[in-house]
C-alpha cells in the first residue's frame, strides 16, 4: 500500500492550494479517504474525510467552508481543496485511509502546507 501526498507550498494568508494524495496497493473503492494535519507542538487531527462512495463528508469545524475534500476514483487519487488558507492553518498534511470510517491504518508521509506573509 502506497499514499504520496503532493501539492504542499508556501502560500500567503488568503490564498489557496490543492492537495492530492496518489494511491496504489488496495483497492480504492473499498476505502474512506482521510486528510489529517499536525502542526508543530500539536496533536495531529483529522481535517477531513469523505465515505469509500463519496457520498458523505466530515470536516473539522475549523476548515468547514474553506476546505473541500473530493476523490477520484477511477485515477485512485484524494484531494483537498484548501480556501481562505489562515496561518494556523500551517501543518504537515497526511492522507490516510481505512475500510473503517473511524480508522486510519495506512498513511502517506506527508505535505508541508505554510500559511505566511
Known amino acids: 500500500v502506497r499514499l504520496v501526498e503532493s501539492g504542499g507550498d508556501l502560500v500567503q494568508p488568503g490564498g489557496s492550494l490543492r492537495l492530492s494524495c496518489a494511491t496504489q496497493?488496495?483497492?480504492?473503492?473499498?476505502?474512506?479517504m482521510k486528510w489529517y494535519r499536525q502542526a508543530p507542538g500539536k496533536e495531529r487531527e483529522l481535517v477531513a474525510a469523505?465515505?469509500?462512495?463519496?457520498?458523505?463528508?466530515t470536516y473539522a469545524d475549523s476548515v468547514k467552508g474553506r476546505f473541500t475534500i473530493s476523490r477520484d476514483d477511477g485515477r485512485f487519487m484524494a484531494y483537498l481543496q484548501m480556501n481562505n488558507l489562515k496561518p494556523e492553518d500551517t501543518a504537515l498534511y497526511y492522507c490516510a485511509t481505512d475500510c473503517l470510517w473511524s480508522q486510519a491504518l495506512y498513511w502517506g508521509r506527508g505535505a508541508q502546507v505554510i500559511v505566511s506573509s
Open positions: 469523505i465515505t469509500k462512495e463519496g457520498d458523505n463528508t
Open positions: 496497493g488496495f483497492t480504492f473503492t473499498s476505502y474512506h
